[in-house]
């Protein structure tokens, strides 16, 4: 008899469970933009990955060591003169009244190239080291 009230309250026990036992539907939604997920998710899961990222380029390292104070000075010089040059430049280009001035200057080893257009001013850049090369659109107002 007792192993029957306990079979019974047993079966009592499970039937309540499994009453309040529900299910629900399971439903896929990527992160990675790359695989359908929001675009907005980009930056934060490129964020993550650089922070948790460990390693470092050891040529990267390399480079920066191998460069003297000497030779950062230097560097800072150049890009101060290309800068001021440039500035020079682009105020020779444009005339009091607004008016372009095209032509071609030599400054170190870049070649500008300057020609102007219907749309704008259109500046050609040439590496005569190493043969690489730019082209910088600039629109009229």
């Not at 050891?58 to 230097?74: G, I, K, R, T, Y």
């Not at 030599?106 to 090369?133: A, K, M, R």
């Amino acid at each position: 008899m007792l192993t029957k009230i306990t079979t019974l309250l047993t079966l009592l026990c499970l039937t309540g469970m499994m009453s309040s036992l529900s299910a629900q539907q399971l439903v896929y939604r990527p992160i990675n933009p790359a695989f359908g997920g929001d675009t907005f998710n980009y930056q934060w899961l490129i964020q993550s990955a650089e922070a948790q990222n460990r390693f470092t380029d050891p040529a990267e390292n390399q480079a920066l060591d191998q460069q003297s104070e000497l030779d950062s000075f230097a560097e800072g010089l150049n890009r101060q003169y290309l800068s001021q040059l440039s500035r020079i430049i682009l105020a020779g280009q444009v005339d009091v009244e607004g008016g372009l001035q095209p032509g071609t200057f030599t400054v170190g080893n870049l070649e500008l190239e300057v020609l102007e257009s219907f749309d704008g001013l259109i500046v050609n850049i040439l590496n005569t080291s190493n043969g690489d090369q730019t082209q910088i659109f600039v629109p009229n107002n």
